[in-house]
């Protein structure tokens, strides 16, 4: 079975990390967002993942590529020289898909339990053209609510930000089709979700599949974080030093040494080479690998780019992102701040701006 991975965007949400790197490949859980998707289809006998690549394609190439070997899977690099919106790469990849099988399509940016077993038996037993998996959310007027019959689960329509209720479940950016979809595709910029499946819905062609556990799109900052809370949350086991002065959950690589003075978590992730002081406080944050956290700085609620210098005393919070190599000089307070990459910050930031 093949899966195609949406990963030609320029991840605008979540710079300034994205401006260094593409959204794929930025950490989440200590590895490579994409990496969490390609193991979970490996785990269910995907053997072909195609990447749907554009922004910043030679790096992510140059990542995989690397782990080729070890994800146990062909990766397919199918390039996009224009933007072709969330149906159009489908088209381009058409010579991979079209062998008559189902294959999957995900967005880059969704975190969740990826029950992929059961979405595929879901497909064959109605055995229409295709399948969405959906979520349920507290605030459905925010987004475009999915409405389907419960006792089936074929899709009826979809309703945009919904005035009244309709319903509470929405597209959760997964989803199987069969091959004989792709002829509804022309080779241009298209959009799945308001173009081709509303179609589907005509026909009596598409199903939902309503996902069970934990589900979030990480793909900006505030997102990022509650992802990462619902992740470890959901995991049996953490990586934590032996010695350490922590409140659970945690995910702490094991090449990182916290001193007993220092106090970690709950809901922090720390790559690997992170250098951690003594007096360091850091809780519900991200800290991406090579960063330098001085004496007594506090970090709240944030993302802390690659090698980044944090000085003595500073106080980072209300999700605040820190690019990559920034140097922030001791005693300095960060109120939700987006400091791009290669910056020196010499003042305090005392309320929500963009530091270019």
Known sequence: MKAVILAGGYGTRLRPLTLTQPKPLVEFANKPMVLHHIEALSSVGVDTVILAVSYKREQLENEIIKHTDKLGVKIIFSVE????????????????????????????????????????????????????????????????????????????KFVEKPQEYVGNKINAGMYILNSTVLDRIELKPTSIEKEVFPQMCETSNLYAFVLKGYWMDVGQPIDFLKGTQLYLDNQTTTTTPS????????????????????????????AENVIIEEGVRIKNSTILPNTILKQHCFINTSIIGRKCIIGQWVRIENTSVIGDEVKVNDEIYLNGARVCHNKTITENVLEPKVVM
Do not use: R, W
């Not at 077993?117 to 475009?144: L, R």
């Not at 010695?243 to 809901?267: C, D, R, Y």
């Open 81 to 156: 020289e224009t933007p072709l919106d969330t149906a159009g790469p489908l088209a381009l990849a058409k010579n991979y898909l079209n062998d008559g099988e189902p294959f999957f399509v995900l967005n880059s940016d969704v975190i969740c339990d990826f029950d992929f077993q059961a979405m595929m038996e879901f497909h064959q037993t109605h055995g229409k053209e295709g399948t969405i998996a959906v979520t349920q959310v507290n605030e459905p007027s925010k987004y475009g609510v999915v409405v389907y019959k419960k006792n089936t689960g074929e899709i009826e």
């Open 243 to 270: 010695t350490s002065n922590l409140i659970p959950p945690v995910l702490i690589h094991e090449s990182v040494k916290i001193p007993s003075k220092a106090v970690i978590g709950p809901h922090v992730v720390i």
